[in-house]
């Protein structure tokens, strides 16, 4: 079992930051991958970025690419995801999953573990 606790959203102006934390405990394996999702109203479920606990190997989706950073502490067990020039299109709840694999994955059905998101605004 992996427990996951999202932080850091809430409300930023356009072209703003935001670093959303996410806090890992359980059994966390250097062979698991780190997922962030989003989720806009009305949207469905979408992958944002990933990163390997073992190596750090990242993917991002298009839409964050050069905007979004993510990294992580495995001494700390913490997932971090730092986020500029935010946009309305931004605005979303974020979760953090955890995939059972060293294999990068984007799809949201393929992440076994996740937490309760936390709410990102970005007004105009």
């Known amino acids: 079992q992996v427990q996951l606790v999202e932080s850091g959203g809430g409300l930023v102006q356009a072209g703003g930051s935001l670093r959303l934390s996410c806090a890992a405990s359980g059994r966390i394996l250097s062979s698991y991958t780190m997922g962030w999702f989003r989720q806009a109203p009305g949207k469905e479920r979408e992958f944002v970025a990933a990163?390997?606990?073992?190596?750090?190997?990242?993917q991002y989706a298009d839409s964050v690419k050069g905007r979004f950073t993510i990294s992580r502490d495995n001494v700390k067990n913490m997932v971090y995801l730092q986020m500029s020039r935010l946009n309305s299109e931004d605005t979303a709840v974020y979760y953090c999953?955890?995939?059972?694999?060293?294999?990068?994955?984007?799809?949201?059905?393929?992440?076994?573990?996740w937490g309760q998101g936390t709410q990102v605004t970005v007004s105009a």
């Open positions: 999953a955890t995939h059972v694999s060293p294999v990068v994955v984007v799809t949201p059905q393929l992440y076994s573990y």
């Open positions: 990163i390997t606990w073992n190596v750090g190997r990242t």
